[in-house]
């Protein structure tokens, strides 16, 4: 029997089809809460849902692989290779993303100073009504940011507040936050970040100071709803002050 006159197997294409929609469900958990067609516990079970068919669509393909190894009388292997891998993936990530939440501390407020944090001005009535106000939790939330993420501190660089101010301005549009406010008077710049795939808003401010040094630029990021960031706003205050000129 020659390639072409060996059946196509039906499992093996199955288990693709069935990968394809695990995906979709996993592409679809951000958008679907980003344009208002699911709340956020709706997002969520979309990826939940997204795991289950993936788990199912890797079962299937690795049933679809063995039916159409190179001795068999059916073919479809590549199909079957393909599902497995895609449901496999479909499968791993929720999981993924669920660990790395535990790996970080359950905080969503982080800040270079966490005795006196740069305050919310022009962005504070952006705040109002949304789970996690303006104000800083304070010292409970200070000591899970210190184990945590011990190297974030306040950054001294070698340049007049004036000119500091300059630089964390164009350091904060390279960064593609949308500018709320920026006083060079009081030394404040505030911006609203917006996560690609949930489409998340979260809320930055940048405070520069005179210092012998220089200036001292302290920042602060805040995620407006979800008790833990998975990290993304200590990124985002490490990536800020890393974009700073030091010399």
């Given at each position: 029997m020659t390639e072409a006159q060996r059946p196509f197997s039906r499992i093996a294409l199955a288990g693709l089809v069935l990968a394809f929609i695990a995906l979709a469900l996993l592409a679809l958990a951000g958008p679907s809460y980003r344009l208002?067609?699911?709340?956020?516990?709706?997002?969520?079970e979309l990826m939940r849902w997204a795991?289950?068919?993936?788990?199912?669509?890797?079962?299937?393909?690795?049933?679809?692989?063995?039916?159409?190894r190179a001795v068999s009388a059916r073919r479809g292997l590549a199909i079957a290779t393909?599902?497995?891998?895609?449901g496999l993936v479909a499968l791993v990530m929720p999981p993924a993303m669920q660990k790395a939440a535990r790996s970080v501390p359950p905080i969503h407020d982080i800040t270079t100073d966490t005795d006196d944090p740069p305050v919310f001005v022009a962005i504070a009535p952006?705040?109002?009504g949304v789970p996690n106000g303006s104000g800083y939790a304070g010292a409970a939330v200070a000591e899970q940011q210190k184990r945590a993420y011990p190297h974030l501190r306040p950054l001294v660089i070698p340049h007049s507040p004036a000119q500091s101010f300059l630089y964390a301005e164009m350091a904060a549009a390279s960064m593609g936050w949308t500018?709320?406010?920026?006083?060079?008077?009081?030394?404040r710049i505030e911006a609203?970040?917006?996560?690609?795939?949930?489409?998340?808003?979260?809320?930055?401010?940048v405070r520069i100071r005179?210092?012998?040094?220089?200036?001292?630029?302290?920042?602060?990021?805040?995620?407006?709803?979800?008790?833990?960031?998975?990290?993304?706003?200590a990124r985002r205050v490490q990536a800020f002050l890393d974009r700073l000129p030091t010399r």
């Amino acid at each position: 029997m020659t390639e072409a006159q060996r059946p196509f197997s039906r499992i093996a294409l199955a288990g693709l089809v069935l990968a394809f929609i695990a995906l979709a469900l996993l592409a679809l958990a951000g958008p679907s809460y980003r344009l208002g067609w699911n709340d956020i516990r709706g997002g969520f079970e979309l990826m939940r849902w997204a795991a289950y068919c993936g788990a199912l669509a890797a079962a299937v393909s690795l049933v679809g692989c063995v039916l159409t190894r190179a001795v068999s009388a059916r073919r479809g292997l590549a199909i079957a290779t393909l599902g497995l891998v895609l449901g496999l993936v479909a499968l791993v990530m929720p999981p993924a993303m669920q660990k790395a939440a535990r790996s970080v501390p359950p905080i969503h407020d982080i800040t270079t100073d966490t005795d006196d944090p740069p305050v919310f001005v022009a962005i504070a009535p952006l705040r109002a009504g949304v789970p996690n106000g303006s104000g800083y939790a304070g010292a409970a939330v200070a000591e899970q940011q210190k184990r945590a993420y011990p190297h974030l501190r306040p950054l001294v660089i070698p340049h007049s507040p004036a000119q500091s101010f300059l630089y964390a301005e164009m350091a904060a549009a390279s960064m593609g936050w949308t500018i709320v406010a920026a006083d060079p008077a009081t030394g404040r710049i505030e911006a609203s970040a917006t996560t690609f795939w949930f489409g998340f808003t979260d809320d930055v401010v940048v405070r520069i100071r005179p210092d012998p040094g220089g200036a001292r630029i302290d920042m602060r990021s805040k995620s407006r709803i979800g008790r833990s960031d998975l990290g993304r706003n200590a990124r985002r205050v490490q990536a800020f002050l890393d974009r700073l000129p030091t010399r």
